[in-house]
């Protein structure tokens, strides 16, 4: 059971957050816990669909955004956004299993999403204190300069959701995935 109330319809949030969650159960087909518990705060929830929407935009691949959120989820322990990420890289982004895993792992077995991945990692391990040669090294790989910023801001974003809902306990509504093996 989540630690604040996670609304348990759209009618039953704020009346503010009422039209976000809609606009999200339009795009998705429903409206995910995550939504739900983040839509107790309706400028919380506009902040992270502005960035999110935003983000989607970008110059990323879907896959590639997919992939950073597997690695990041993965190593801030969010058992929600695993079982989230993991979903949508498969049914979505269209990800192999094999590819999902050496993600979580915070890895890639595409040279260039590779790079994106392990620079993600790099920069939650050192909480953004990443050495220059860090960037230049996913810029050797063939990152722009917006991409690079995009795989900053994806961090970010994904950090956000995996506090949010490791802090909140958000009942997971996907199906749930394993622990990797140390």
Known sequence: M???PTPSSIDAAPEASRELLQAVQKQLGSAP??????SNSPAALEGY???N???AKGALSAPTRE???LAVAEINGCDYCLAAHSYLAEHIAKLTGAEILANRKGGSSDAKADAAVRFAVEIVLSRGGVPAEAVEKVKAAGYSDAEIVEIIAHVALNTLTNYMNSV????I???TVS???A
Do not use: Q, Y
């Open 173 to 175: 509504d996907f199906p």
């Open 49 to 51: 669909l502005g960035l």
């Open 2 to 4: 989540s630690r604040i």
């Open 33 to 38: 816990n995550l939504f739900r518990i983040v």
């Open 53 to 55: 929407g935003a983000l």
């Open 67 to 69: 992939r950073i959120a």
């Open 179 to 181: 622990k990797i093996a």
């Open 168 to 171: 909140l306990d958000t009942a």
